[in-house]
């Protein structure tokens, strides 16, 4: 039987400075790890210890894998320093993926902030390279100030894809910035799609979470169709170690990806 615990072996190839303190990884793993997107590995950095993470790139892209991390602790500082041509380990896919099929047919809404974009980078481009299922997909997104923004390099030619509705905001602007001002929520005053078929997906910081699905509820938004990323304390990423657990549920095996239903009644479950 093969050893659960043992990652594959994978070359990183670039390695792109997306903020200060937040680089995307290109990974070419000795063999595909076929993710969906919503589900997330485990990346191990020889000798400082192995951290769950999601993709951010396209499911539909076998053959290399992104990871979009920001520098926060020791094993990502060790990430840090690696380049092209160094290895890293991978084991997953785990959890559980966006139910991409209950989307067709309808308006996407997504919000996200800092470097929560990373996993719905993943889920846009999956939804983008078929975007004949879906009526339009609107990406609402806010950083701290525009250096802290991910993916400017990639995102004004998201502005110009067919049936994509992009708005960003940063909390403090520079002498530069010509967009919104404030948090994220400033860019929900008008939702222009309909509330009571539309699918949401929210990812980033706790607190930005939390106000971001109470401004969805006032608007209408029916809870089982407000997807979350409840990624906060995974570890193990096989439900054994028990850090993840969220009521009921073990978001590295149940989720990471649950719906506001399914959460609801879980005392602060943003904490």
Same mark, same amino acid.
């Given at each position: ?8 072996? @994978? ?18 793993? +000795? ?19 192995? @951290? ?13 894998? +992104? ?57 846009? #481009? @999956? ?26 390099? #990639?995102?004004?030619? !998201? ?5 994509? =509705?992009?708005? #960003?905001?940063?909390?403090?602007? =520079?002498?530069? !910035? ?10 929900? =005053? +008008? ?27 006032? @608007? ?10 409840? +990624? ?13 657990? #969220? ?6 095996? =149940?989720?990471?990806?649950?719906? !506001? ?11």
């Amino acid at each position: 039987m093969a050893n659960i615990y043992q990652p594959i072996s @994978a070359e990183i190839l670039e390695v792109i400075e997306e903020t200060p303190n937040i680089r995307t990884f290109v990974l070419k793993p +000795e063999q595909e790890v076929p993710f969906l997107a919503g589900q997330f590995v485990e990346l191990t950095i020889p000798g400082h210890g192995e @951290a769950p993470f999601t993709p951010s790139s396209s499911h539909f892209e076998r053959e290399t894998l +992104e990871m979009t991390i920001m520098k926060v602790g020791r094993a990502t500082s060790a990430l840090f320093k690696l380049g092209p041509g160094d290895f890293v380990g991978i084991r997953g896919p785990y959890g559980q993926r966006y139910p991409l099929e209950k989307f067709e047919g309808r308006d996407i809404y997504i919000v996200g902030g800092g470097v929560g974009l990373a996993p719905l980078r993943a889920l846009f #481009l @999956a939804l983008t390279h078929e975007i004949h299922k879906y009526k339009r997909i609107y990406l609402r997104y806010g950083a701290r100030t525009p250096a802290d923004i991910v993916y400017k390099r #990639l995102i004004p030619k !998201w502005e110009k894809m067919d049936k994509v =509705d992009v708005e #960003l905001s940063v909390d403090a602007a =520079d002498e530069k !910035w010509m967009k919104k001002v404030g948090v994220v929520t400033c860019l929900m =005053d +008008e939702i222009p799609c309909d509330e009571k078929t539309s699918i949401a997906v929210v990812c980033g910081p706790p607190i930005m979470m939390k106000f971001v699905t109470r401004r969805l509820l006032e @608007a209408g938004f029916d809870g089982r169709n407000v997807y979350l990323s409840m +990624e906060m304390n995974m570890s193990c990423g096989l439900g054994q170690c028990g850090h993840c657990k #969220l009521g009921p549920y073990f978001t590295c095996k =149940d989720g990471p990806v649950l719906t !506001w239903d399914q959460i609801k009644d879980i005392p602060d479950p943003f904490v």
